[in-house]
Nanobody
Framework: QVQLVESGGGLVQTGGSLRLSCAAS????????VGWFRQAPGKEREFVAT???????LYADSVKGRFAISRDISKNTVYLQMNSLKPEDTAVYYC?????????????????WGQGTQVTVSS
C-alpha cells in the first residue's frame, strides 16, 4: 500500500508560480512511478506529468516548458514546480503512484491516489 498526500495548492495570479508536493508513505518514491493529474470542473481528469521509478520524466504538451516534476528520495516526496501559470491551469491536482511504473499518461495505470489539492489561477 502507498499513501499519498498532496499539498502546496492555492490561489495565484496569472504568470505566478506554485510548487506542489506529494508526500508518500508505505513505499519509497524510488520504487514507484508518480504522476500528476488534474481535473477542472466539468472536465475529465487529465495527465500533467510523471516521473518513472527510474526517474524518467514525461509531460503533457500543455505544460511542457512551464512545469517540472522532480523527486527527493530523502524526503520521500515528489514535487511539481509550476511556473508561468495560466487561468486554464486552474484545477484540482492529484498525485498517483504505480509500483515500479514506467511513468504513464494513462490514469488507469496508477494504483494509488492522493486526495487532491486545489490550484486556482486568477486572470
Amino acid at each position: 500500500q502507498v499513501q499519498l498526500v498532496e499539498s502546496g495548492g492555492g490561489l495565484v495570479q496569472t504568470g505566478g508560480s506554485l510548487r506542489l508536493s506529494c508526500a508518500a508513505s508505505g513505499r519509497t518514491v524510488s520504487t514507484v512511478a508518480v504522476g500528476w493529474f488534474r481535473q477542472a470542473p466539468g472536465k475529465e481528469r487529465e495527465f500533467v506529468a510523471t516521473i518513472s521509478w527510474r526517474s524518467n520524466t514525461l509531460y503533457a504538451d500543455s505544460v511542457k516548458g512551464r512545469f517540472a516534476i522532480s523527486r527527493d528520495i530523502s524526503k520521500n516526496t515528489v514535487y511539481l514546480q509550476m511556473n508561468s501559470l495560466k487561468p486554464e491551469d486552474t484545477a484540482v491536482y492529484y498525485c498517483a503512484a504505480e509500483n515500479y511504473g514506467p511513468g504513464s499518461r494513462e490514469k488507469s495505470e496508477y494504483d494509488y491516489w492522493g486526495q487532491g489539492t486545489q490550484v486556482t489561477v486568477s486572470s
